[in-house]
């Protein structure tokens, strides 16, 4: 039978006896109506994970593993915002899928202008749910929005879905993929960005909705490191 997976607090599993993490209290009692002598996982996000049984308002840790899902290669998406609820698609695929960092960005085209922070709560709160879903061992961080020129490094790639030189599939894996939002890219944003060190890439003949293409783009990555697929 699975078990279900948590992702706790580093202080909240001190020692082999501790009292039920407040975190997932109403979750494990209420909503999955879990009881003494059930089962459930706990990971503390460091790569480790605690089999426990509950047991009178406490879990008692029956063995201590190492999770073996995480990618090698540690991609971040850079991603513009969104209108509505697509950033909570692009979280929650590219989480399962592997990504390990997501940076929000403002571009010249985004619909959307700021994230209060109740989304980005939201966003965490997802990313969170994904990460035990896919049985990993760490969950992606969400990082606030900050202009694109800020999340820009060397050697990342920009998709450009109007390239018609480099696609990704050939390119020797970034430390990040920067997407656009629903208009794209300005012709000043590529330029800013090449010169900040990026290189420019499509990912081929189609046009994909601006919430699919971070998954497309960590799976071919990931996929060329061996980490995926």
Known sequence: M??????VAPGDMVGDRFSLPGSIARQVRTVLRL???DRIVLLPGDGSAARCRLEGGDCVVEERTAVHGEPRH???VVQALLKGDALEEVV????????SRFRLVVTERCVARDLSDRKLQRLHAIA????????????????????LVEAVERGSVLLYERHGGERLSGLEAPPSVIIGPEGGFTPAELAQAQAA???????????LRSQSVAAAAASVILSRTGDFA
């Not at 969950?139 to 606030?144: A, D, F, L, M």
């Open 128 to 147: 969170r749910e994904a990460a035990e879903q896919s049985e990993r061992a760490i969950v992606p961080g969400v990082e606030p929005p900050v202009q």
């Open 74 to 76: 540690r991609l971040t």
């Open 35 to 37: 009881r003494d002598g």
């Open 92 to 99: 929650r695929r590219a989480t399962e899928i592997g990504v």
């Open 2 to 7: 699975t078990l279900h997976r948590f992702f």
């Open 197 to 207: 060190g990026a290189r420019l890439a499509g990912l081929g003949p189609r046009i």
